[in-house]
């Protein structure tokens, strides 16, 4: 069983900065590749980034290009994002994900097993 504990979050002014994280609990975080996902109200849940464990590679949704940046800290088992030049369409609740099982990136939430209780981010203009 992997346990996922986000924090982090909270109201931003627009143009400024936050990081949230990522604690894994229960696994090694270097044995698996991490999500970030989010969902804002009304709309569905969608992809941000991920982080490869085999060469850190990463992978961003263009929303979050440029201006987001995700990091593992394998020695603390946490992923971070690092989210700069927020805007109110970054307004959502930010979820972590994982699948113990697999081996690449995936963009699909359907692909991860194992979800934290999300974190809220709100940016006001």
């Known amino acids: 069983q992997v346990q996922l504990v986000e924090s982090g979050g909270g109201l931003v002014q627009a143009g400024n900065s936050l990081r949230i994280s990522c604690a894994v609990i229960?696994?090694?975080?270097?044995?698996?590749?991490m999500a970030w996902f989010r969902q804002a109200p009304g709309k569905e849940r969608e992809f941000v980034a991920a982080?490869?464990?085999?060469?850190?590679?990463?992978t961003y949704a263009d929303s979050a290009k440029g201006r987001f940046t995700i990091v593992r800290d394998d020695a603390k088992n946490t992923v971070y994002l690092q989210m700069n030049s927020l805007n109110s369409e970054d307004t959502a609740i930010y979820y972590c994900?994982?699948?113990?099982?697999?081996?690449?990136?995936?963009?699909?939430?359907?692909?991860?097993?194992?979800w934290g209780q999300g974190t809220q981010v709100t940016v006001s203009s």
């Open positions: 982080i490869s464990q085999i060469d850190g590679s990463t």
């Open positions: 994900a994982v699948d113990p099982d697999a081996y690449a990136l995936d963009r699909r939430s359907s692909s991860y097993k194992f």
């Open positions: 229960g696994r090694t975080l270097n044995n698996f590749p």
